[in-house]
């Protein structure tokens, strides 16, 4: 065909077109237009935006339009990066699209403006805004929403993040501004969460004999620029961190990048000091509490080369860090790493390993009690296993105590204290040291039953049962936030009064109970309800450090990664929750969970002592993890996993369906299992249908079925097929879910 155009490009958009579409490129925007940029494009007559996906001389579609507009100078993608997204669709069978989205921050995708800012301020007092606000309730109910933020902000806050909070568009909030109600201004600013704080530096420490044959394994890999998986197993303490610390100084000595993974939980002031203070380089900080402007400069310094160094939670993965030498994902075995309701549901510990295949990276992976799938690897030989065995302080390993929790029920009437457990509590606090109590749930009670006819209040709109909070005094859904205020007298079941009682113990019980028994011990609670506040979370931890509490209570919030010296004592109150839940890993999960709470307890010169109340006294995993035997739990573990044939012996998908006509969901899914069991050959397992942990939520009912197998790929090829004939019906929806962490919910 005739050549119109210099050059052709195929375009992928941001809206929900998964084919990507040709356009010429007219020769003044030619030098722009490059793999990987951000380009404009007319689509029916709108403008929309996309990506290029490729460059070509040539193009058979004969009515092709020209691009409209090249927004980005520099490709926003690099070519690397855009290799990722190809991976991770193809991979965890989803879109480009839906790849491209994960893999670019929204504010970039935006165009978000560079280090300028819209900045609201309140233009009347606090009262008088009040009034506005309650009298806009009704007619202007997003004007007051607007408001409703602007009463609770400090000084003023980013356009951008009014927006967020307030869930509302731009248009209230100038309206706002036009009635002289608010302000709004230019700033100026440097974002960065670091700006301004100073560090003592650090050196390097001498590395002892394990650390050192694990240090040079990796600087090998560095100086052959090549790629490997190396695998640091290590109880906390035994100085994992040094020797990530040391390998980025040489990837950095060598002009290369270096992406460290934590998990957000993690990544705590604490966790950041370390690192800033050994290093000079600019850090780049990526965490999901970032506001659109903090993100969009950590991600430029990336791009621009600038930073260095990234440390950051699950999707840091993609930084576009240049010369990427390094990865480290330290904890590897977390399940926050993967992403598990939204398409792609990648693990971000295995997109690392492929992303340092791709670019002839080093891989690091750290953790106390690894992944079965990452061991079972360096068992294989796969990854190359190190295994740090000598503590580094004097420290010693604590003593664990299992109290059979059935047993001593009976002696105490039912608390949820044994005796034990107070002893050590009430020792600890005669003498002024630190103990910390873990319990997986918060709230105060966990359900609110009927004596008379056995009804549990459970959400309107999600099927679980509903969480007293004593403090606010109302039942609250942890699903979909639905409340109930206060809590109902009488049963709406059967109606009887007096026949409503609670049930089940959360955080917030657990601290009034321990008021009771010590009424001047002090407490701090540390779990969702207490942290929602931006900065709240490392207040309470800093307070608690600074001995403003003898005892820490909370969820796994508190489990994973601090390190406070002055705890000597650490129950568990429930050591077998996770166990309960009918899932393949979790055995695995509870293991991991009470070595990592038990982990907090002696860090420093005192020995520190564990007790974890149990239903299950002799059950084999509590009994590893009593005795932090990874090993010993690894062999028994992996043996089952062997002869059920569960991961890392086959590959697992589950596949989710959500609607809201339960009906239709359900036949959506057994039509969906029917073709897929049309196409996979013999050796894949399909499971049966069956309604998710929570049957229904926000209103949605939801369906999965699992399907195991020999071969991902063999998978992806039969549920890409499927989908397409799969009709897209509005009413249900479909989630892809590759090596899921649970098969539960
Ligand atoms: P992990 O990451 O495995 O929990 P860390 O690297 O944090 O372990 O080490 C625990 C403590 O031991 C830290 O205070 C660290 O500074 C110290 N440490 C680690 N390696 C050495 C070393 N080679 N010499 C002296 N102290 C060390
Ligand atoms: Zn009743
Ligand atoms: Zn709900």
Redesign the pocket.
């Known amino acids: 065909m005739m050549k119109q155009y210099p050059r052709y490009v195929s375009v992928i958009l941001d809206v929900a077109v998964d084919k990507a579409l040709d356009y010429g490129v007219p020769e003044k925007l030619v030098d722009a237009a490059v793999r990987g940029s951000r380009v404009a494009v007319p689509v029916r007559g709108h403008l929309r935006y996309g990506y290029i996906l490729e460059v070509k001389d040539s193009c058979s579609y004969p009515r092709v339009v020209p691009i409209h507009d090249v927004i980005s100078s520099d490709a926003v993608i690099t070519e690397e990066l855009f290799e990722v997204a190809l991976w991770l669709s193809k991979y965890y069978c989803s879109s480009l699209r839906q790849a491209l989205k994960t893999i670019i921050p929204s504010t970039i995708r935006r165009g978000f403006s560079h280090k300028e800012q819209l900045f609201v301020k309140r233009n009347a007092s606090r009262d008088a805004l009040r009034k506005v606000c309650e009298e806009y309730r009704n007619k202007h109910s997003s004007q007051s929403e607007v408001l409703d933020v602007m009463l609770r902000v400090k000084k003023g806050i980013f356009l951008s993040e009014l927006m967020e909070l307030a869930m509302v568009s731009r248009s209230p909030i100038d309206s706002l501004v036009k009635r002289g109600h608010l302000s709004c201004d230019v700033v100026r600013v440097d974002r960065s969460p670091l700006v301004g704080v100073e560090y003592f530096k650090t050196k390097a420490?001498?590395?002892?004999d394990e650390?050192s044959s694990s240090f040079s394994a990796i600087s090998k890999t560095l100086d052959d620029k090549a790629f490997a998986t190396h695998l640091i197993y290590?109880?906390?303490?035994?100085?994992?961190?040094?020797?990530?610390?040391q390998a980025i100084q040489r990837a950095l000595d060598m002009g290369r990048g270096a992406i460290m993974l934590v998990p957000e939980i993690s990544l705590t002031a604490q966790t950041i000091e370390?690192f800033k203070s050994r290093f000079s380089d600019t850090i780049a900080i990526l965490h999901h509490r970032l506001s659109h402007g903090e993100r969009y400069d950590e991600w430029h310094k990336i791009l621009t080369g600038e930073a260095r160094i990234v440390i950051g939670a699950r999707s840091a993965i993609f930084s576009p860090v240049k010369d990427l030498g390094l990865i480290i994902v330290?904890e590897e075995h977390e399940s926050s790493y993967k992403q598990e309701d939204e398409a792609p549901c990648y693990h971000a510990r295995d997109v690392a390993v492929m992303r340092g295949s791709m670019s002839g990276a080093a891989v690091v992976l750290?953790s106390?009690t690894p992944s079965l799938e990452s061991f079972y690897n360096a068992q294989q030989g796969k990854y190359h296993l190190h295994t740090?065995h000598s503590?580094?302080?004097s420290a010693t390993m604590p003593v664990v105590t299992i109290v059979d929790m059935k047993e001593s029920r009976k002696r105490t009437h039912g608390s949820e204290f044994s005796a034990e457990l107070l002893d050590g509590i009430k020792k600890r606090y005669d003498s002024g040291e630190q103990s910390l109590l873990f319990l997986n749930r918060r709230g105060y009670h966990t359900a609110q039953m009927c004596k008379t006819c056995g009804h549990v209040m459970g959400c309107e709109n999600c099927d679980v049962a509903m969480t007293y909070h004593r403090k606010s005094n109302m039942l609250s859904c942890h699903l979909c936030g639905n409340t109930i205020v206060p809590p109902p007298r009488s049963c709406p079941e059967c109606g009887s009064s007096d026949s409503l009682h609670y049930r089940g113990v959360g955080t917030e019980k657990i601290e009034s109970a321990l008021h009771a028994i010590f009424p001047e011990i002090r407490t701090i609670r540390l779990d969702a309800d207490t942290t929602r506040h931006k900065g709240s979370h490392e207040k309470l931890l800093r307070d608690f450090r600074n001995g403003k509490a003898d005892v820490l209570i909370g969820t796994q919030m508190i489990a994973k990664?601090l390190?406070f010296p002055e705890i000597t004592l650490v129950g568990v109150l429930n050591s077998d929750m996770t166990l309960n839940m009918p899932d393949f890993r979790s055995s695995e999960q509870a293991f991991q969970l009470i070595t990592q709470v038990s982990g907090r307890s002696g860090r420093g010169v005192v020995a520190g002592e564990v007790i974890l109340q149990t239903y299950l006294p002799t059950n084999s995993t509590i009994l590893h993890a009593s005795r932090q035997d990874y090993t010993g739990f690894y062999g028994e573990e992996i043996s089952s996993r062997e002869i059920f044939e569960y991961p890392p012996f086959s590959q697992m998908v589950k596949i989710s369906f959500s609607g809201a006509e339960e009906k239709a969901t359900l036949s959506s899914a057994e039509s969906f299992r029917k073709e897929l069991l049309r196409r996979l050959p013999r050796g894949f397992k399909v499971h049966p249908v069956t309604p998710t942990g929570h049957a229904k939520v926000k209103n949605r009912y939801r369906f999965h079925f699992l399907v195991r197998g020999p071969s991902i790929f063999t998978l992806n090829d039969a549920i890409n097929a499927s989908k397409k004939d799969f009709p897209s019906q509005k009413k249900c929806s479909l989630l892809i879910n590759i090596s899921p962490q649970t098969t539960f919910f």
């Open positions: 420490k001498v590395l002892n650390q290590g109880v906390t303490g035994r100085g994992k961190t040094e020797v990530y610390l370390r330290d750290g106390a740090l503590r580094h302080n990664g390190h």
